[in-house]
């Protein structure tokens, strides 16, 4: 029989993807006791499902690309014999695991209570949680006596000697001092009609999961998700289709980066449909059959072997009982803060992080860590700047990558700044010439002023974004930049190159 225990916490967080766990690790290095639960696995989609075994993947879609190249470029007689799809997951979900356990390893030194189970709100102060169980990978018991701080390591019960405590799962219910903090994340959309199956037609949380390598994709959406897989299963040898609904792929990208990576991805073999619309599909037993209204406004039939369904994600609420708290969502299911400088809700005491959060928010785990850390702080009491979306980098890790961060050139111009624009192309520099990937370099500055936006297409690029996040988060402008020397030759240089023209002072561009 289930037992119920009331206990207390600083701060009770409710999800353990990366907005949860860095509100907790964060509160917890400030002297705050809190209480995470979780219902899965710390790490949430990102680490399970997302961000990391999807960037491992990749990681060896460019090994596979480099053998290609090594022989038709560089002369390198190299052959690809084939894929061993087993050793390849084996060594994402090696990745995935170790990163699991660090983050466990993390909570338990912070002395954050890690508490198994499905959490719903019952007021403004107090949280319901069921199906609570031990969690012995920690090392320490994941429930406490009532008032027991996040230090102590006492169990409900003591076990006998040698014995690894274990609680039976429960009911129990928690209530807070400082605060609650939503964190429960997001799960993929899917179309009207369209039922995944998890082999033929898949979503973007279990795509890496199905069976096997397909010899053909259809890929329904153009963002960073849908372009990454597309890639990945381009260089994997799959005949893939990318149907974006939108006139252009990555449409929140700058128009440039857009049309740069299109080029890209054609140039792979990538058959790239924007303006594009799913009108059907069916299930096979060896794959789907669609019928695509393409942007010319003619039916097209595809058939392929997968369906990969990219169409966004959508906030998870369900379950939580927002309105025992005297919460509500908007019309699209997001938590809408009342103050975004403290990412509070119109319930005092209860803030909100990660992709429960409507835009601004960008749904991206390193924006995650920053709106938790400036959650844990308030709760903590402490002053902290809100998050600056703007200055928080975007990054596509297909082949080629994009990264940006500030204004696009249409953004820039849509808010009545006169601005400057200046573009290079890869290519311009010798180390793009290496790459041989095309691709681009685009500062968008603000005439006479600082920099709004800068945008790149290309090798590599999402290790080129921190200097221009600092850029553009510190306000410099061009000049503040160009005294400063990159080095040669190397594909920052091209960014060096960029604002040097814009100052005044270019060099190899005319």
Known sequence: MSTQVTNTADVIVIGGGTGGYSTALRAAALGLDVVLVERDKVGGTCLHRGCIPSKAMLHAAELVDGIAEARERWGVKATLDSVDWAALVATRDDIVARNHKGVEAHLAHAGVRVVRGSARLTGARTVHVEGVRADSALGTQSMYAPGAHASATRPLTDPAPGVQPQSAPGVHDFGTRRGIVLATGSRPRTLPGLQPDGRRAVTSDDALFAPGLPASVLVL??????????????????????????????????????????????????????????????????????????????????????????????????????????????????????????????????????????????????????????????????????????????????????????????????????????????????????????????????????????????????????????????????????????????????????????????????
């Open 221 to 510: 959406g153009g963002g960073a998700i849908g372009v990454e897989y597309a890639s990945f299963h381009r260089s994997m040898g799959a005949e893939v289709t990318l149907i974006e609904a939108a006139d252009r792929i990555v449409p929140l990208e700058d128009a440039d980066v857009s049309r740069h990576l299109t080029r890209g991805l054609k140039k792979r073999g990538i058959d790239v449909q924007a303006g594009a619309r799913l009108l059907d599909a069916e299930v096979l037993e060896n794959g789907v059959r669609a019928r695509v209204r393409t942007g010319r406004g003619e039916t097209r039939a595809v058939e392929a072997e997968r369906l990969l369904v990219a169409v966004g994600r959508a906030p998870v609420t369900e379950g939580l009982d927002l309105a025992a708290a005297g919460l509500t969502t908007d019309e699209r299911g997001f938590v809408v803060p009342a103050d975004w400088n403290r990412l509070e809700t119109a319930v005092p005491g209860i803030h909100v992080v990660g992709d429960l959060l409507p835009p601004p928010s960008l749904g991206l785990a390193h924006a995650s860590f920053a709106e938790g850390m400036l959650v844990a702080e308030t709760l903590a009491g402490l002053p902290s700047a809100a998050v600056d979306y703007a200055a928080v980098p975007r990054v596509t890790y297909s082949s080629p990558q994009t990264a940006s961060v500030g204004l696009s050139e249409t953004e820039a111009r849509a808010r009545g700044r006169a601005v400057e624009v200046n573009t290079m192309p890869l290519t311009a520099v010798a180390k793009g010439m290496v790459h041989g990937q095309g691709g681009m370099v685009k500062v968008v500055a603000e005439a006479g002023g600082p920099v709004l936006g800068v945008h790149l297409v290309g090798p590599n690029v999402s290790e080129m974004i921190a200097e221009s996040q600092l850029v553009v988060g510190w306000d410099a402008e061009p000049a503040d930049v160009a005294r400063h020397v990159h080095a040669h030759p190397t594909l920052s240089e091209a960014v060096g190159e960029v604002f040097l023209t814009l100052a005044g002072r270019g060099l190899h561009q005319q």
